[in-house]
């Protein structure tokens, strides 16, 4: 009912706080802490209590050790530190991010050739990820109240689609390129519905936003990537060497196109090798390398201001949203060396990162007008306890309920920062055509220079098959 006194223009305030006020009450009860709701400090208390529940989130240093295994090129010392620490009495990832360890220990079992449990890893974290966005299409209300960082993490769009790069080459070192074609194939198909998935849920938060206070449209941004040359350069290597020719050349046509659709993703030439993958000549057999360098970016906090609406003229609140953010990266160019003599330099076939950026996008719109609207919800709740307060007792208590639901309001405002640590930056790839038999394959990755990683490897090409070699170094 609507209390006497309020004018039409406060209305859309008071149910924010009414809703505010339900759900902060019942998250508390939900966690067994009590709500002294008839003292007048009782706003301060909540807001204090609600910050040390939100503030749990797991520090970077805890995956020091992991970390510092990754970086001397110590993979499967990585997985098992993974395992290890997840046995512990303070396991690194806790369960609401069950999504991070399946893809961070199924990547590194990736690195270690360890390819059955990396699969049953990634396939892990795909089905999860594929759970938790079915939950979240309605867009209840607690999802604009709660701090993302209290949910499961959902893993992000760029995470789902690089799992199966890898699970397609799992498949393929465990000789299966059907189930890697499949894997190949989810990923464009990913893409393809990428645009459009979030359209209905931004427009369902943009109607509550307006109906709530209002909404700036400001951070919306335009999602374009729909096609990756990756995946269609790995596609085009499965169908040569399942021997299907023309699907082959769609694939490598596609890649090509991929480029011309998506310059600011891909601001570098095609490979050269490309165009020799249309066809090998009779007797030889073609080698193909694909290297992968450097650590992709993670998501870091952004803090902005935002002007909050009538009835707060002339004020402003704080959101904070997630950035994509680089890693330094040491491992910029790729050589091989074939037979000790044989040098050919790779080239860049898709900046991970980029595309990690890029797909972000099609997400961080509706992150943004959630954050809006949270903060505006939270802002006003802040304001209607403040008057309530300061009628009920006095100027003083009503300040200082003031100042605990600002306190709640900045406070428990922490942007979503969870994300995969052990992702690659960049894929090169090369090819040659050589005489079918053993040879022997060094792959050099260079920082400057000077090389930093070297990885050798005696492989025996066959002729009319794919004879695919993958590097690895994460500095």
Known sequence: MMQPGLSRARRPALRCAVRF??????????????????????????????????????????????????????????????????????????????????????????????????????????RLIADAYTKSVTLEIGTFILNDNTREYAGEDYEDIYLNVFNA?????????????????????????????????????????DENGGYSG??????????????????????????????????LDALSEAYRLAPQVYDHPVPLSVKDEY??????????????????????????????????????????????????????????????????????????????????KARRTLIYVKTVVRTIVKASGAAIAQAAVTEENDIGWGLLAGLAGRLFTEGTEAADTRSARYFPRYAFVGGLNLPPGEHTVTLNFYSGGSIITTVSKTVQLREGRLNLVEAVCLQ
Request: net charge negative.
């Open 218 to 251: 400001a951070d919306d941004e335009n999602f374009t990537f729909t096609d990756s040359a990756l995946a269609r350069y790995l596609a085009a290597l499965f169908w040569r060497g399942s021997g299907r020719s023309d699907d082959a050349r769609i694939d």
């Open 279 to 360: 066809q090998v000549p009779k007797g030889e057999a073609r080698l193909n390398l694909i290297a992968f360098a450097g650590l992709s970016p993670l998501k870091a906090e952004e803090v902005i201001y935002i002007p909050l609406p009538f009835p707060f003229p002339n004020d402003s609140a704080k959101i904070a949203l997630p950035v994509i953010t680089y890693r330094p990266a040491r491992a910029v160019h790729v050589e091989a060396v074939i037979n000790g003599t044989n040098r050919h330099t790779l080239e860049l076939v898709e900046d991970m990162g980029k595309v990690m950026e890029e797909t972000f």
């Open 21 to 126: 006020a339900s759900l902060f009450v019942s998250s508390f009860v939900s966690r067994g802490v009590s709500l002294f709701i008839s003292s007048p400090v009782s706003p301060l208390a909540g807001a204090l209590a609600f910050l040390l529940l939100a503030s749990c989130a797991t520090r970077p240093s805890v995956y020091a050790p992991v970390d510092n295994h990754v970086a001397a090129g110590a993979y499967a010392e990585g997985a098992a530190a993974i395992a290890e620490a997840q046995d512990s009495r303070k396991p690194i990832y806790p369960a609401k991010n069950a999504v991070m360890l399946f893809l961070d220990k199924g990547m590194l079992d990736h690195y270690a050739e360890n390819y059955e449990a990396s699969t049953a890893g990634l396939e892990e974290a795909e």
């Open 169 to 209: 080459l799992n498949y393929y070192n465990q000789g299966n390129t059907e189930e890697a074609l499949v894997e190949v194939r989810k990923i464009n198909e990913k893409l393809r519905v990428l645009d459009v998935k979030y359209a209905g849920s931004i427009d369902k938060a943009k109607q509550y936003a």
